[in-house]
């Protein structure tokens, strides 16, 4: 019940914002009542499940549905809400503001923890984060139909940018988890990255496999994550509001600052994931480089990465875009 009244709550005070029952600032309220809700009941920092052993004793699929689909259910509500035109300014503020704090909080925790189980609760977060901001730029495009960028432009709008970060992300997120049961070479879901030892190095195909989704899951170019990333930061760029005295466009000093904003916080948390997979992969104990690298090890190498670029090409749209612009050159 903790976790459900103040989401009802919250619920309740943005439906008598949104039919001009009460002030905007009890609909800001709302909202932060919401987050706050959803946040418990997810688990995200600050709450406290995300430290407690309810939350931390597992690395299975089940688990990891149990955890993921309450922040699959915050980033969803958010978006919908941003989508229907729903948040004003100040609110879309707000989720920028929670969005980047619980990148940064996810990122230093990552940078630390060993424990299997407890990345893949702060991986979730950070993903939660990174679809808080594409929900920002949702709410600006909802707000301002008539200038929205994907209207004149090849480039992706930010409900494409949010449907592919949970394609992205949920792809690569269950590989590794799928990864650290194949590597569980006695089958007792060790909860320590330490225990991996000796199975990284005689295990080839599932070590390929978890690596790619750690270096996607970072943001590494050329992994899908780095694409979506870069997009989502370039797309904070684009907008801009006319000023009322010189009567030209202007861009927007909040999303230049998200988007400084975000490219500090990608670089802490691709910087936290390399430094794991560097003490993983050449750190004794945890040594990972075998010779015993086959031709089925490079195939089942090559396939992934080839499912990768299907998830890379078509949610972000490249493949249209690439025809567009051979149909420019044509005419040219």
Known sequence: MADVVPFLVGVGMMGTVYQRWAPQWVGD?????????????????????????????????????RRGLPLLATGGLVAALAKWGRLNPQQTTL???????VILQSSVRLSQEQRLSRRTVLTATSILGWLLLAACLMAWEATHPKIAWHNTSNFPSAGTLFVSAICCEAVALLLVVCCYHLLNQRGDDRDNAELLHGSLRTQPWPSSILLMGELSLSGVPPWPGFWWRWTLLA??????????????????????????????????????????????????????????????????????????????????????????WSQAEATE
């Open 95 to 101: 989720l920028g503001i929670v969005g980047l704090f």
């Open 235 to 324: 797309a904070m760029f684009l907008p801009h509001l006319r000023n009322s005295i010189s009567g030209l466009a202007e861009p927007s000093t909040f999303f230049a600052w998200l988007a400084i904003g975000s490219l500090c916080v990608w670089m802490i948390s691709l910087l936290a994931r390399i430094g794991w997979l560097a003490r993983v992969a050449f750190d004794e104990p945890f040594r990972a480089r075998s010779n015993d690298w086959s031709w089925r090890g490079m195939l089942v190498l090559s396939l992934v990465l080839l499912g990768f670029v299907w998830f890379t090409v078509w949610p972000l749209s490249i493949g249209p875009a690439m025809t567009g």
């Open 29 to 65: 309220l709302g909202l932060i009542l919401l987050l706050c809700g959803l946040g418990s009941w997810g688990g995200w920092f600050p709450f406290v499940r995300l430290a407690g052993e309810r939350w931390t004793v597992s690395t299975s699929i089940h688990a990891l549905w």
